[in-house]
T-cell receptor
């Protein structure tokens, strides 16, 4: 079964800390992987998209890496700020599952001032 | 830049009523996806359309139907609503659905509450 798992489910850090969010997936035959941010009760904001042929993508203070062979992706957030507090979701598009995205359950991040 | 538009943003219905959710994709995007996010859950794929044809089907109840129109907007029709249908419904769009790498852009969602 194709599944996406995110650990930890929740994370609380002091402002300014660098942090890593983890995403693992059970089938390495992926087209791409997307990281999203979701504020409570709000929509999904796409942060980074990594194609299967790529190893990492960077946007500002965010860096996402992809290791297909081990079925893992990480989202690195540098110099965290209280405004980064949100739930972060990773989603995988598999080669054998059409165009749908399969989401992990998310990591709820709290950055304390 | 134009984003995915969903309407209405909030909807309150009673059990056994019918609801229609609308989605307007980013201009030139030809693929629309629908996802359902229950309280405290991750989004679950319902259905998608590419060039007005159903391209993929997920865990969509038989009480729900959807279509994509000639202008590429899509509607999700939900009948015989149940309390468990209360959720945030997202629409996403992309340029192309076949092949690799197309990024999905999500709308703000429609919050459906069934009482």
């Amino acid at each position: 079964k194709q599944e996406v798992t995110q650990i930890p489910a929740a994370l609380s850090v002091p402002e300014g800390e660098n942090l890593v969010l983890n995403c693992s997936f059970t089938d390495s035959a992926i087209y791409n992987l997307q990281w999203f941010r979701q504020d409570p009760g709000k929509g999904l904001t796409s942060l980074l998209l990594i194609q299967s042929s790529q190893r990492e993508q960077t946007s500002g203070r965010l860096n996402a890496s992809l290791d297909k062979s081990s079925g893992r992706s990480t989202l690195y957030i540098a110099a965290s700020q209280p405004g980064d507090s949100a739930t972060y979701l990773c989603a995988v598009r598999w080669e054998t599952s059409g165009s749908r995205l399969t989401f992990g359950e998310g990591t709820q991040l709290t950055v304390n001032p | 830049a134009a984003g995915v538009i969903q309407s209405p943003r909030h909807l309150i219905k009673e059990k056994r009523e019918t609801a229609t959710l609308k989605c307007y994709p980013i201009p030139r995007h030809d693929t629309v996806y629908w996802y359902q996010q229950g309280p405290g859950q991750d989004p679950q794929f319902l259905i998608s359309f590419y060039e007005k044809m159903q391209s993929d089907k997920g865990s969509i109840p038989d009480r729900f139907s959807a279509q994509q129109f000639s202008d590429y907007h899509s509607e999700l029709n939900m009948s015989s609503l149940e309390l468990g249908d209360s959720a945030l419904y997202f629409c996403a769009s992309s340029l192309g659905a076949l092949g690799r790498g197309y990024e999905q852009y999500f709308g703000p969602g429609t919050r459906l509450t069934v009482t």
